[in-house]
T-cell receptor, first 106, second 120 residues
Framework: AIQMTQSPPSLSASVGDRVTITCRAS??????LGWYQQKPGEAPKLLVF???DLHSGVPSRFRGSGSGTDFTLTISSLQPEDSATYFC?????????FGGGTRVEI | LLQESGPGLVKPSETLSLTCAVS??????????WGWIRQPPGRGLEWIGN???????NYNPSLKSRVTISVDTSKNQVSLNLTSVTAADTAVYYC??????????????WGPGTLATVSS
């Protein structure tokens, strides 16, 4: 199975900061990667698909980039409502696998 | 859009049966596949499997021998059966929709999840 290594496991930042989260795949997954946001007790929400395409309704401060094995989610200006756990998901090769998650604290 | 339901508590060695109610007509559309994901308490997410209306299914090899996912279009629901459960199967179980039309096959909508606890 493809291993998705996500970093950092957690971070603390201030409102307005630029935040970067990375996922590294153990083998080439082209651009078959998505990023999700999950708040406690809620369903995960899709932010980015195909590594860099913003899902409908997602604020433009979220940006995904990368291809192959290295991927990044950037929040350009952190907002209070961005406090959540973020995780990546590869859907290139079965079994689908997730990154371990990054807890973002404001 | 999606709402999971289940028994909440299951005894070891028994079968965990969960259902996911789909509130719109997307279950009948072939651009969507239907999947289950789980998250043990305090741990990461694990993909269980997914199913296409045409019958094509894929399961996580770690669970394949114990898992069945099915779709009932007459009831507008997706089901998960997991046999011979142990405490390691205690988790929040999510139902989710894979969208091949708009999001390159990624899960675009998830249910809120249902906690299933395995205990005697």
């Amino acid at each position: 199975a493809i291993q998705m290594t996500q970093s950092p496991p957690s971070l603390s930042a201030s409102v307005g900061d630029r935040v970067t989260i990375t996922c590294r795949a153990s083998q080439d997954i082209r651009n078959d990667l998505g990023w999700y946001q999950q708040k406690p007790g809620e369903a995960p929400k899709l932010l980015v698909f195909a590594a860099a395409d913003l899902h409908s309704g997602v604020p433009s401060r979220f940006r995904g980039s990368g291809s192959g094995t290295d991927f990044t989610l950037t929040i350009s200006s952190l907002q209070p409502e961005d406090s959540a756990t973020y995780f990546c998901l590869q859907d290139s090769i079965y079994p689908l696998t997730f990154g371990g998650g990054t807890r973002v604290e404001i | 859009l999606l709402q999971e339901s289940g028994p909440g508590l299951v005894k070891p060695s028994e079968t965990l049966s969960l259902t996911c109610a789909v509130s719109d007509d997307s279950l009948k559309k072939t651009v969507y596949h239907w999947g289950w994901i789980r998250q043990p308490p305090g741990r990461g997410l694990e993909w269980i499997g997914n199913l296409h209306l045409g019958g094509n299914s894929n399961y996580n090899p770690s669970l394949k021998s114990r898992v069945t996912i099915s779709v009932d279009t007459s009831k507008n629901q997706v089901s998960l059966n997991l046999t011979s459960v142990t405490a390691a199967d205690t988790a929040v179980y999510y139902c989710a929709r894979r969208n091949y039309l708009e999001t390159s096959g990624l899960f675009d909508y998830w249910g809120p999840g249902t906690l299933a606890t395995v205990s005697s």
